[in-house]
C-alpha cells in the first residue's frame, strides 16, 4: 500500500528557535544549561556531547525550549537541513537560535523513522527549496511545517527503524575509526620528522617561540 502524504506540521510540533539575544553569554566555562548548536551534530544525527557549551546558571526564559527524548533538532540557519535525534540522556537541554525543534507525535509517527526521512537526501532537496535565500540561508517554522511526509503505517516505520539504528550505530563506529586513524597518520610524521620541518625555522621571525612553547589556549570561536 502506498504511504499516504501527511504535512510535517500534522505529525509534529515544531517550534521556532529561541532569541539570539538569549546566547550572549554562552560559553565552555558557563556552569548552566547546555546548548545544543549546529556543531553539535554529527552525520549520523546525533549529539556530540564532548564541547557543549552552556549558558549561566542565571539564565531565565529556557523552560519553551527544552528539550526531551524523541525530539528532533533541525539547524534552520546556515548548514540548513542537519538533523539530530534527541536521546533521552539529553533532557534538560535547549536548542540554539540556529535551531528549531521537531517534536514528533508518536502514536502516528516513530522518531527515528522521521529523522531518517528528513536527512534522504530527496527531501533535503525539497526542504532547501523552501529556503529564503539571503546573506544566510534561513528556513522559517512555517515553511518545515509545511513539508510533505510520506508516512507509511506505524508498524513498518519500526521495522525502518529499527534497520536504521543498526545503520547509524556503525556509522559512529566508522567515524570514530576514521578520526583515530587520521590521528595515528598525523603522528607518524611528527615521530618520524620531529616538529621542524626544512626552511620553517629559519623563516620564523627571531624571538618567536618554539612550537613547543606556544601558551595552548582553549578554543571558543566555534560555530554556533
Not at 528532533?72 to 533532557?91: C, Q, Y
Not at 502514536?107 to 526521512?117: E, H
Request: with cysteine; aromatic share 4%.
Amino acid at each position: 500500500m502506498k504511504p499516504e502524504s501527511v504535512m510535517l506540521g500534522d505529525l509534529c510540533q515544531v517550534t521556532p528557535s529561541p532569541s539570539s539575544d538569549l546566547f550572549t553569554e554562552l560559553s565552555v566555562e558557563a556552569d548552566g544549561t547546555p546548548v545544543v548548536t549546529p556543531a553539535d551534530i554529527t552525520p549520523a544525527r546525533q549529539i556530540d556531547t564532548q564541547a557543549l557549551r552552556r549558558l549561566p546558571s542565571t539564565a531565565t526564559g529556557l523552560e519553551r525550549y527544552r528539550l526531551r527524548g524523541g525530539d528532533l533538532v533541525l539547524v534552520r540557519l546556515g548548514s540548513v537541513g542537519r538533523i539530530a535525534l534527541v536521546d533521552d540522556g539529553d533532557e534538560q537541554w535547549i536548542y540554539h537560535s540556529s535551531c528549531i525543534r521537531i517534536r514528533p507525535d508518536t502514536s502516528r509517527v516513530d522518531p527515528v523513522f522521521l529523522a531518517a526521512y528528513l536527512a534522504y537526501p530527496p527531501v533535503v532537496d525539497e526542504l532547501l527549496s523552501h529556503v529564503q535565500v539571503g546573506t544566510v540561508p534561513v528556513l522559517t517554522a512555517g515553511s518545515l511545517k509545511a513539508l510533505p511526509v510520506a508516512l507509511p503505517e506505524l508498524r513498518k516505520q519500526r521495522l525502518m527503524a529499527g534497520a536504521l539504528s543498526e545503520v547509524a550505530l556503525q556509522m559512529s563506529v566508522q567515524h570514530r575509526i576514521l578520526a583515530r586513524l587520521e590521528a595515528v597518520g598525523q603522528g607518524l610524521f611528527t615521530k618520524i620528522l620531529g616538529d621542524e620541518f626544512p626552511g620553517m625555522a629559519a623563516s620564523r621571525p627571531t624571538g618567536a617561540l618554539s612550537k613547543s612553547k606556544v601558551p595552548r589556549t582553549r578554543r571558543t570561536n566555534r560555530m554556533s
